[in-house]
């Protein structure tokens, strides 16, 4: 398990430049006026055109940027895609494998790869269990796509459900790896799920994109 927990917003592709703006100045005013462990680790995924500025307005508050995902490709002619080298000076982790994006194995695996040289620490999805794969220096993130929320409506496993879930992949993965788990996870369901041993944190969807109740999601760790 990771010593530090780590709470990933993945906004996907939701708000515009100043909504996003105004997101960072409120979470940035509750993380000057609470009191967050140490322990714990905030990584934010906007859209990747504001990547730079989420970046300048959280990053002196502690708060790490990622990518929503990367392009498969080294630099070239590749129309339209974000690749590891235009991203890596603002980000520090990648979403790669979301189960939104539709991937096949081989394009994750060398998305993976392209982080991993560049210095990016991959959040990889799985959607179930049988597609479980050990990469060097990954975070595993368990999403079953029955379970993120849609169109705006919470469709939460059981914390049963969770356990077994994370018990397996621990089993799979092993005691030193960092294992999150998403899938409409919010600031009702937070607290059933932060006692469940082998989590190392969350990947919170609608859910990050109030940033009162993201702080709230944030602030039920450590586990
Ligand atoms: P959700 O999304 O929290 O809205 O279910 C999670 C995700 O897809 O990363």
Redesign the pocket.
């Known amino acids: 398990m990771a010593t530090k927990k780590l709470v990933i917003a993945?906004w996907?592709q939701n708000m515009v430049f100043d909504e996003t703006a105004a997101w960072c100045t409120d979470f940035g005013r509750l993380l000057k006026d609470g009191k967050l462990s140490e322990r714990v680790k905030i990584v934010v995924c906007p859209p990747a055109p504001f990547i730079e500025k989420v970046h300048q307005m959280l990053h002196p508050l502690g708060v790490l940027v990622g990518v929503q995902d990367v392009s498969a490709f080294e630099d070239g002619a590749h129309t339209g895609y974000v690749g590891v080298n235009q991203t890596k000076h603002f980000t520090k982790y990648a979403?790669v494998g979301?189960?939104?994006r539709g991937e096949d194995c081989e394009t994750v695996a060398k998305k993976v790869e392209l982080c991993t040289k560049a210095g990016i620490v991959p959040i990889v999805?799985f959607k179930s269990p049988d597609q479980y794969k050990k990469f060097s220096g990954a975070v595993y993130?368990l999403?079953d796509p029955q379970?993120?929320?849609q169109n705006g409506l919470?469709?939460a496993k059981s914390p049963d459900e969770v356990c077994s879930l994370v018990r397996e992949a621990r089993r799979f993965f092993g005691d030193g790896e960092t294992i999150v788990y998403?899938?409409?996870?919010?600031e009702e369901n937070t607290s059933g799920l932060v006692v469940i041993e082998g989590i190392d944190g969350f990947?919170?969807?609608?859910?990050?994109l109030d940033p009162v109740a993201f702080y709230d999601i944030v602030s039920k760790l450590p586990l």
């Open positions: 993945n996907k979403i979301h189960s939104e999805c993130a999403e379970n993120i929320s919470y469709r998403g899938g409409s996870v919010n990947l919170v969807g609608r859910a990050s």
